[in-house]
């Protein structure tokens, strides 16, 4: 299986980006989808997941209110959209397929938010 993002953005301060993951090759609805991101000279930082088959969403505090994780059962696409956005959103956001153990089995290439007025 794979995930495929969409490409970079570019957005001014205050304003929306909305990521896309796309799943192929494994049934879409068996995994969750976790949404991390890693800023320049960061660790990797976990926002939140979903899980495809119910639409089931937990969201890290730090980004309550912010975000919004959907996911497009008929296209297995899964998406991340950041609010109100900030130069310190600035980073590289991946999506990452995790089963019930915890692993990851598939990430995305990664998606480069560049936040600049």
């Known amino acids: 299986g794979q995930l495929v993002q969409s490409g970079p953005e570019l957005r001014i301060p205050g304003t929306s980006v909305k990521v896309s993951c796309k799943a192929s090759?494994?049934?879409?609805?068996?995994?969750?989808i976790d949404w991390l991101r890693q800023a320049p000279g960061q660790g990797l930082e976990w926002m939140g997941r979903i899980d495809p088959e119910d639409g089931d969403i937990k969201v890290a505090q730090k980004f309550q209110g912010r975000v919004t994780l959907t996911a497009d059962t008929s296209t297995s696409t899964a998406y991340v959209e950041l609010n109100s956005l900030r130069s310190e959103d600035m980073a590289v956001y991946s999506c990452?397929?995790?089963?019930?153990?915890?692993?990851?089995?598939?990430w995305g290439q990664g998606t480069q938010v560049i936040v600049s007025s």
């Open positions: 990452a397929a995790r089963g019930n153990s915890g692993a990851y089995n598939y």
């Open positions: 090759g494994y049934n879409f609805t068996r995994y969750y």
